[in-house]
Protein backbone atom coordinates (compact mmCIF):
# COMPACT_ATOMS: atom_id res chain seq x y z
CA UNK A 1 0.00 0.00 0.00
CA UNK A 2 1.32 4.01 -0.65
CA UNK A 3 2.37 5.81 2.21
CA UNK A 4 -0.55 8.21 2.51
CA UNK A 5 -0.09 11.61 0.97
CA UNK A 6 -0.03 14.93 3.23
CA UNK A 7 -1.01 18.19 2.78
CA UNK A 8 0.38 21.62 2.51
CA UNK A 9 -0.07 21.93 6.78
CA UNK A 10 1.80 18.82 7.05
CA UNK A 11 4.26 19.98 4.48
CA UNK A 12 5.44 22.72 6.28
CA UNK A 13 6.19 20.42 9.00
CA UNK A 14 8.50 18.36 6.51
CA UNK A 15 9.76 21.19 5.77
CA UNK A 16 10.89 22.78 9.18
CA UNK A 17 12.91 18.89 10.16
CA UNK A 18 14.63 19.12 6.42
CA UNK A 19 15.87 22.23 7.08
CA UNK A 20 16.91 21.40 10.72
CA UNK A 21 18.39 18.58 10.30
CA UNK A 22 19.75 18.81 6.06
CA UNK A 23 23.41 19.23 5.78
CA UNK A 24 26.34 16.55 4.19
CA UNK A 25 26.38 12.85 4.58
CA UNK A 26 27.34 13.18 7.93
CA UNK A 27 24.40 15.16 9.07
CA UNK A 28 26.75 17.97 10.23
CA UNK A 29 25.38 22.04 9.34
CA UNK A 30 27.00 22.45 5.65
CA UNK A 31 26.10 25.83 5.99
CA UNK A 32 29.88 26.90 5.92
CA UNK A 33 30.32 25.11 3.06
CA UNK A 34 27.47 25.99 1.11
CA UNK A 35 28.13 28.10 -2.65
CA UNK A 36 26.72 31.27 -2.92
CA UNK A 37 23.94 29.71 -5.09
CA UNK A 38 22.93 27.55 -1.87
CA UNK A 39 24.38 24.40 -3.00
CA UNK A 40 27.19 22.38 -0.90
CA UNK A 41 30.38 21.72 -3.09
CA UNK A 42 32.90 18.88 -2.27
CA UNK A 43 31.45 15.52 -3.73
CA UNK A 44 33.06 13.75 -5.87
CA UNK A 45 33.22 10.52 -8.05
CA UNK A 46 30.34 8.79 -10.87
CA UNK A 47 26.48 9.67 -10.42
CA UNK A 48 23.80 8.03 -12.40
CA UNK A 49 20.80 9.98 -13.48
CA UNK A 50 17.21 8.32 -14.47
CA UNK A 51 15.64 11.01 -15.58
CA UNK A 52 12.20 12.21 -18.46
CA UNK A 53 13.50 15.23 -18.98
CA UNK A 54 14.16 16.08 -22.55
CA UNK A 55 17.35 15.33 -23.54
CA UNK A 56 19.06 18.83 -24.39
CA UNK A 57 17.73 20.26 -20.80
CA UNK A 58 19.07 17.37 -18.73
CA UNK A 59 22.39 18.13 -20.61
CA UNK A 60 22.03 21.83 -19.62
CA UNK A 61 21.47 20.96 -15.89
CA UNK A 62 24.40 18.52 -15.72
CA UNK A 63 26.54 21.23 -16.92
CA UNK A 64 25.64 23.92 -14.71
CA UNK A 65 25.58 21.28 -11.61
CA UNK A 66 29.01 20.53 -12.80
CA UNK A 67 29.95 24.17 -12.11
CA UNK A 68 29.31 23.86 -8.37
CA UNK A 69 30.37 20.24 -8.27
CA UNK A 70 33.08 19.59 -11.15
CA UNK A 71 34.67 16.28 -9.44
CA UNK A 72 32.09 14.31 -10.48
CA UNK A 73 31.05 12.76 -13.43
CA UNK A 74 27.34 12.61 -14.28
CA UNK A 75 25.97 9.68 -16.64
CA UNK A 76 22.54 10.52 -17.52
CA UNK A 77 19.94 7.39 -18.96
CA UNK A 78 16.87 9.71 -20.48
CA UNK A 79 13.84 7.59 -21.32
CA UNK A 80 10.13 7.87 -20.52
CA UNK A 81 8.85 7.50 -17.51
CA UNK A 82 6.56 4.27 -18.79
CA UNK A 83 10.25 3.10 -19.90
CA UNK A 84 12.40 4.39 -17.00
CA UNK A 85 9.83 2.50 -14.54
CA UNK A 86 10.12 -0.65 -16.68
CA UNK A 87 13.94 -0.22 -16.67
CA UNK A 88 14.05 -0.08 -12.73
CA UNK A 89 11.93 -2.79 -12.20
CA UNK A 90 14.34 -5.20 -14.18
CA UNK A 91 16.99 -4.28 -12.04
CA UNK A 92 15.24 -4.23 -8.69
CA UNK A 93 14.47 -8.10 -9.93
CA UNK A 94 18.14 -8.70 -10.96
CA UNK A 95 20.43 -7.20 -8.37
CA UNK A 96 19.36 -3.93 -7.57
CA UNK A 97 19.04 -0.19 -9.19
CA UNK A 98 21.69 1.56 -11.13
CA UNK A 99 20.59 4.88 -10.66
CA UNK A 100 21.43 7.43 -7.49
CA UNK A 101 18.88 9.62 -8.51
CA UNK A 102 15.67 9.97 -10.37
CA UNK A 103 13.87 12.79 -11.52
CA UNK A 104 10.81 12.05 -13.75
CA UNK A 105 7.45 13.03 -14.29
CA UNK A 106 4.37 12.32 -11.78
CA UNK A 107 4.05 11.91 -8.17
CA UNK A 108 2.32 8.57 -7.85
CA UNK A 109 5.45 6.91 -9.31
CA UNK A 110 7.70 8.20 -6.31
CA UNK A 111 4.62 7.60 -3.82
CA UNK A 112 5.35 3.41 -5.09
CA UNK A 113 8.67 3.56 -4.66
CA UNK A 114 9.39 5.13 -1.17
CA UNK A 115 6.28 2.93 -0.36
CA UNK A 116 8.34 -0.03 -1.26
CA UNK A 117 11.87 1.34 0.74
CA UNK A 118 12.91 2.30 -2.74
CA UNK A 119 13.97 5.97 -1.80
CA UNK A 120 15.78 7.90 0.99
CA UNK A 121 14.79 10.34 3.31
CA UNK A 122 16.59 13.69 1.46
CA UNK A 123 19.71 15.39 3.40
CA UNK A 124 19.19 18.30 1.36
CA UNK A 125 18.69 22.19 3.67
CA UNK A 126 16.98 24.12 1.15
CA UNK A 127 13.25 23.15 1.39
CA UNK A 128 12.36 25.92 3.41
CA UNK A 129 13.22 28.27 0.52
CA UNK A 130 10.24 26.13 -2.03
CA UNK A 131 6.96 26.37 -2.29
CA UNK A 132 5.17 23.34 0.52
CA UNK A 133 2.57 21.97 -1.94
CA UNK A 134 6.00 20.11 -4.24
CA UNK A 135 7.68 18.88 -0.64
CA UNK A 136 6.61 15.15 0.43
CA UNK A 137 5.67 15.11 4.06
CA UNK A 138 7.99 12.27 4.99
CA UNK A 139 10.94 13.63 2.61
CA UNK A 140 11.79 11.18 0.60
CA UNK A 141 11.14 13.19 -2.98
CA UNK A 142 10.69 17.08 -3.60
CA UNK A 143 9.14 18.02 -6.83
CA UNK A 144 11.60 20.39 -8.81
CA UNK A 145 9.13 22.62 -11.56
CA UNK A 146 5.40 22.83 -11.80
CA UNK A 147 4.32 21.69 -15.34
CA UNK A 148 0.79 21.87 -16.50
CA UNK A 149 -1.04 20.61 -19.29
CA UNK A 150 -2.20 23.06 -21.92
CA UNK A 151 -4.70 22.85 -25.02
CA UNK A 152 -2.01 23.83 -27.80
CA UNK A 153 -3.74 25.12 -31.07
CA UNK A 154 -2.20 25.76 -34.14
CA UNK A 155 -3.31 29.27 -35.08
CA UNK A 156 -3.36 28.70 -39.05
CA UNK A 157 -6.02 25.87 -39.09
CA UNK A 158 -7.64 26.31 -35.67
CA UNK A 159 -10.51 29.68 -36.04
CA UNK A 160 -12.29 29.03 -33.08
CA UNK A 161 -9.88 28.01 -30.02
CA UNK A 162 -10.70 25.64 -27.58
CA UNK A 163 -10.90 27.39 -24.12
CA UNK A 164 -11.68 24.43 -21.69
CA UNK A 165 -11.15 20.40 -21.50
CA UNK A 166 -15.29 20.43 -22.27
CA UNK A 167 -14.88 22.36 -25.61
CA UNK A 168 -12.38 19.31 -27.09
CA UNK A 169 -15.12 17.05 -27.31
CA UNK A 170 -17.16 19.14 -29.45
CA UNK A 171 -17.45 17.14 -32.75
CA UNK A 172 -15.66 20.45 -35.09
CA UNK A 173 -12.60 19.37 -33.36
CA UNK A 174 -13.02 15.32 -34.42
CA UNK A 175 -9.76 14.26 -35.94
CA UNK A 176 -7.87 17.35 -35.07
CA UNK A 177 -6.64 16.49 -31.94
CA UNK A 178 -2.98 14.90 -30.67
CA UNK A 179 -2.16 13.74 -27.19
CA UNK A 180 0.98 11.89 -25.79
CA UNK A 181 0.39 8.39 -24.80
CA UNK A 182 0.13 7.76 -21.31
CA UNK A 183 1.69 4.34 -21.38
CA UNK A 184 4.88 6.14 -22.13
CA UNK A 185 4.43 9.94 -20.84
CA UNK A 186 3.98 10.30 -16.78
CA UNK A 187 2.28 13.48 -17.17
CA UNK A 188 -0.30 11.59 -19.44
CA UNK A 189 -0.91 9.06 -17.07
CA UNK A 190 -1.37 11.47 -14.37
CA UNK A 191 -3.73 13.84 -16.13
CA UNK A 192 -5.98 10.65 -17.04
CA UNK A 193 -6.42 9.75 -13.89
CA UNK A 194 -6.84 13.60 -12.82
CA UNK A 195 -9.71 13.51 -15.72
CA UNK A 196 -11.45 10.74 -14.23
CA UNK A 197 -11.48 11.76 -10.92
CA UNK A 198 -12.38 15.47 -12.02
CA UNK A 199 -16.09 15.39 -11.36
CA UNK A 200 -17.37 17.82 -14.32
CA UNK A 201 -15.78 15.64 -17.11
CA UNK A 202 -15.01 12.04 -15.54
CA UNK A 203 -15.18 9.19 -17.82
CA UNK A 204 -18.21 10.17 -19.79
CA UNK A 205 -15.88 13.17 -20.73
CA UNK A 206 -13.11 10.53 -21.74
CA UNK A 207 -15.40 8.63 -23.68
CA UNK A 208 -16.24 11.79 -26.17
CA UNK A 209 -12.60 12.67 -26.03
CA UNK A 210 -11.75 9.29 -27.85
CA UNK A 211 -14.88 9.30 -29.48
CA UNK A 212 -13.28 12.28 -31.21
CA UNK A 213 -10.71 10.46 -32.64
CA UNK A 214 -7.19 11.56 -31.06
CA UNK A 215 -4.19 11.01 -32.68
CA UNK A 216 -1.83 9.34 -29.64
CA UNK A 217 1.85 9.70 -29.88
CA UNK A 218 4.45 8.79 -27.86
CA UNK A 219 4.94 11.86 -26.07
CA UNK A 220 4.32 15.53 -25.60
CA UNK A 221 7.70 16.24 -27.79
CA UNK A 222 5.85 14.98 -30.49
CA UNK A 223 2.72 16.44 -30.14
CA UNK A 224 3.91 19.83 -30.27
CA UNK A 225 5.69 19.01 -33.39
CA UNK A 226 2.40 17.81 -35.13
CA UNK A 227 0.24 20.79 -33.68
CA UNK A 228 3.64 23.33 -35.40
CA UNK A 229 3.49 21.50 -38.99
CA UNK A 230 -0.14 21.60 -38.89
CA UNK A 231 -0.51 17.56 -39.46
CA UNK A 232 -3.06 17.94 -35.87
CA UNK A 233 -4.30 21.27 -35.13
CA UNK A 234 -4.48 20.70 -31.71
CA UNK A 235 -2.87 19.05 -29.21
CA UNK A 236 -2.84 18.15 -25.59
CA UNK A 237 0.58 18.72 -24.46
CA UNK A 238 2.86 20.32 -21.39
CA UNK A 239 2.94 24.34 -21.49
CA UNK A 240 6.78 24.71 -22.03
CA UNK A 241 6.41 22.48 -25.37
CA UNK A 242 3.81 24.91 -27.07
CA UNK A 243 5.69 28.14 -25.48
CA UNK A 244 9.20 26.81 -27.25
CA UNK A 245 7.06 26.43 -30.02
CA UNK A 246 5.91 29.46 -30.42
CA UNK A 247 9.18 31.35 -29.43
CA UNK A 248 10.79 29.81 -32.42
CA UNK A 249 7.88 31.25 -34.98
CA UNK A 250 5.87 28.19 -34.69
CA UNK A 251 2.05 29.12 -35.57
CA UNK A 252 1.69 28.06 -32.33
CA UNK A 253 -0.93 29.23 -29.68
CA UNK A 254 -2.27 28.05 -26.02
CA UNK A 255 -4.95 27.82 -24.01
CA UNK A 256 -4.62 27.07 -19.87
CA UNK A 257 -8.24 25.38 -19.61
CA UNK A 258 -10.69 27.48 -17.86
CA UNK A 259 -12.61 24.27 -16.11
CA UNK A 260 -9.04 23.18 -14.54
CA UNK A 261 -5.49 23.05 -15.24
CA UNK A 262 -3.53 19.65 -14.08
CA UNK A 263 -0.05 19.69 -13.78
CA UNK A 264 3.33 17.49 -12.25
CA UNK A 265 6.20 18.57 -10.35
CA UNK A 266 8.82 16.69 -11.77
CA UNK A 267 10.28 15.60 -8.42
CA UNK A 268 13.31 14.27 -7.94
CA UNK A 269 14.54 11.55 -5.22
CA UNK A 270 17.50 9.49 -4.23
CA UNK A 271 17.02 5.81 -4.94
CA UNK A 272 18.45 3.76 -1.43
CA UNK A 273 20.52 1.78 -3.40
CA UNK A 274 22.38 4.66 -4.43
CA UNK A 275 26.52 4.35 -4.84
CA UNK A 276 27.40 7.84 -4.78
CA UNK A 277 24.25 9.36 -2.13
CA UNK A 278 26.17 12.28 -1.17
CA UNK A 279 26.61 13.69 -4.76
CA UNK A 280 22.58 12.36 -5.25
CA UNK A 281 21.77 14.34 -2.42
CA UNK A 282 23.73 17.63 -4.19
CA UNK A 283 22.55 17.00 -7.16
CA UNK A 284 18.70 17.52 -5.56
CA UNK A 285 19.68 20.45 -4.09
CA UNK A 286 20.92 21.75 -6.63
CA UNK A 287 17.58 21.19 -8.93
CA UNK A 288 15.71 23.27 -6.16
CA UNK A 289 18.56 25.81 -5.67
CA UNK A 290 17.83 29.17 -6.50
CA UNK A 291 20.30 28.84 -9.18
CA UNK A 292 18.94 25.78 -10.34
CA UNK A 293 15.72 27.30 -10.06
CA UNK A 294 16.84 29.90 -12.50
CA UNK A 295 17.87 27.42 -14.93
CA UNK A 296 14.66 26.06 -14.81
CA UNK A 297 12.91 28.94 -15.77
CA UNK A 298 15.42 29.81 -18.58
CA UNK A 299 13.98 26.11 -19.85
CA UNK A 300 10.44 27.34 -19.83
CA UNK A 301 9.37 25.77 -16.94
CA UNK A 302 7.18 27.61 -13.90
CA UNK A 303 9.04 26.96 -10.65
CA UNK A 304 8.80 25.43 -7.35
CA UNK A 305 10.25 29.12 -5.64
CA UNK A 306 8.88 32.34 -5.55
CA UNK A 307 12.26 34.05 -6.37
CA UNK A 308 13.50 32.35 -9.72
CA UNK A 309 10.87 34.53 -11.50
CA UNK A 310 9.06 33.30 -14.39
CA UNK A 311 9.49 32.43 -18.50
CA UNK A 312 8.71 35.14 -20.75
CA UNK A 313 5.09 35.03 -21.58
CA UNK A 314 3.92 32.15 -18.55
CA UNK A 315 1.69 33.36 -16.16
CA UNK A 316 2.10 33.12 -12.33
CA UNK A 317 0.61 30.29 -10.84
CA UNK A 318 -1.88 32.36 -8.58
CA UNK A 319 -3.64 33.54 -12.17
CA UNK A 320 -4.58 29.69 -12.85
CA UNK A 321 -6.88 27.43 -11.88
CA UNK A 322 -4.86 24.34 -10.85
CA UNK A 323 -6.65 21.20 -10.75
CA UNK A 324 -5.27 19.82 -7.03
CA UNK A 325 -7.00 16.08 -6.81
CA UNK A 326 -6.60 13.87 -4.03
CA UNK A 327 -3.34 12.20 -4.70
CA UNK A 328 -3.88 9.12 -2.89
CA UNK A 329 -7.21 8.81 -4.89
CA UNK A 330 -4.62 9.46 -8.46
CA UNK A 331 -2.25 6.61 -6.96
CA UNK A 332 -4.40 4.26 -6.20
CA UNK A 333 -6.29 4.51 -9.85
CA UNK A 334 -3.86 6.12 -12.40
CA UNK A 335 -2.82 2.39 -13.83
CA UNK A 336 -6.33 1.16 -14.27
CA UNK A 337 -7.35 4.69 -15.54
CA UNK A 338 -4.58 4.12 -18.80
CA UNK A 339 -6.09 0.90 -18.62
CA UNK A 340 -9.55 2.50 -19.35
CA UNK A 341 -8.13 4.94 -22.01
CA UNK A 342 -6.53 2.35 -23.94
CA UNK A 343 -9.71 0.05 -23.75
CA UNK A 344 -11.71 3.02 -25.15
CA UNK A 345 -9.61 3.42 -27.86
CA UNK A 346 -9.85 0.21 -29.35
Not at 35 to 58: D, F, N, R, W
Not at 292 to 319: H, K, M, N
Amino acid sequence: MLHRYKYPALALAAVALLTACGGGADGADSASDASPSGTSAGAGGSLTVYTSEPQAKIDELVAAYNEVNPDVSVEVFRAGTGELKTRIATEKETGGIQADVILAADVPTFEAYAAEGDLQVLDIDNTGELNPYVVDAEGYYVGTRIIPTVIAYNTTLVDSAPESWADLVDEQYKGMIAMPNPDVSGAAAFNTAVWLETPALGETWLTDLVNNDPTVLESNGPVGQAVAAGTSGIGIVVDYVARELADKGSPVSLAYPTDGVPYVSQPAGVFTDAKNPEAAHEFVEFLVSKEGQELAVAQSYLPVRDDAGVPAGAPALAGLELLNPDLAAIAEKQASSVAKFNELLK
